[in-house]
Antibody
Framework: EVQLVESGGSLVQPGDSLKLSCVAS????????MDWVRQTPGKSLEWIGA????????NYAPSIKDRFTFSRDNAKTTLYLQMSNVKSDDTAIYYC?????????WGQGVMVTVSS | DIQMTQSPSSMSVSLGDTVTITCRAS??????VNWFQQKPGKSPRRMIY???NLADGVPSRFSGSRSGSDYSLTINSLESEDVADYHC?????????FGSGTKLEIK
């Protein structure tokens, strides 16, 4: 059974840093691109970026470029999202997704709240 | 960026109704449109992929279609378990973009 389990969500202040993790199981993690998608309190879904199979290529949405960094450890079947200089607009539920056929599997999501 | 204009934003429906939700793509995305169902407190679930293909385990009352740049999700004989939010997604090119969502509510 494919599972994606995120962790690391928290309440942080503007300008802080935070690292999210997504542990994958039930499939050959190293064979898949992985994406991050977030959902704001208004419920819209926003693609924020992707990372290729070996972590050598990333693609970021303009809204998070230069502030967020994606990485992965295929040996640990874990995906990471390093957030820095967070803003109130980054308040959202963050999902990791398997990028196959347009997101066939999603994690349960973690809440990140940015507030002073 | 490709815009996916989804309508309606909400629908008040009755059990047994046929419901159609539409997304219009601002440029050609071919067949690369998916539909997701999302229930409160849950992550999205892929229902339709490549515009018209039923994802594993999805009831046959759900269907997807395409007419030009318009993509539709139809639910026949709506059941109570179908009450949820629905989102379309284009994955033809980055940045991938979602529609703004449709909320189904029971009358």
């Amino acid at each position: 059974e494919v599972q994606l389990v995120e962790s690391g969500g928290s309440l942080v202040q503007p300008g802080d840093s935070l690292k999210l993790s997504c542990v994958a199981s039930g499939f050959t993690f190293s064979n898949y691109w992985m994406d991050w998608v977030r959902q704001t309190p208004g419920k819209s879904l926003e693609w924020i970026g992707a990372i290729n199979t070996d972590g050598s290529k990333t693609n970021y949405a303009p809204s998070i470029k230069d502030r967020f960094t994606f990485s992965r450890d295929n040996a640990k079947t874990t995906l990471y999202l390093q957030m820095s200089n967070v803003k109130s607009d980054d308040t959202a539920i963050y999902y990791c997704t398997r990028n196959y056929g347009g997101y066939d599997y999603w994690g349960q999501g973690v809440m990140v709240t940015v507030s002073s | 960026d490709i815009q996916m204009t989804q309508s309606p934003s909400s629908m008040s429906v009755s059990l047994g109704d046929t419901v159609t939700i539409t997304c219009r793509a601002s440029q050609d995305v071919g067949i690369y449109v998916n539909w997701f169902q999302q229930k409160p407190g849950k992550s999205p679930r892929r229902m339709i992929y490549r515009a018209k293909n039923l994802a594993d385990g999805v009831p046959s009352r759900f269907s997807g279609s395409r007419s030009g740049s318009d993509y539709s999700l139809t639910i026949n004989s709506l059941e109570s378990e179908d009450v949820a939010d629905y989102h379309c997604l284009q994955y033809d090119e980055y940045p991938l973009t979602f529609g703004s969502g449709t909320k189904l509510e029971i009358k």
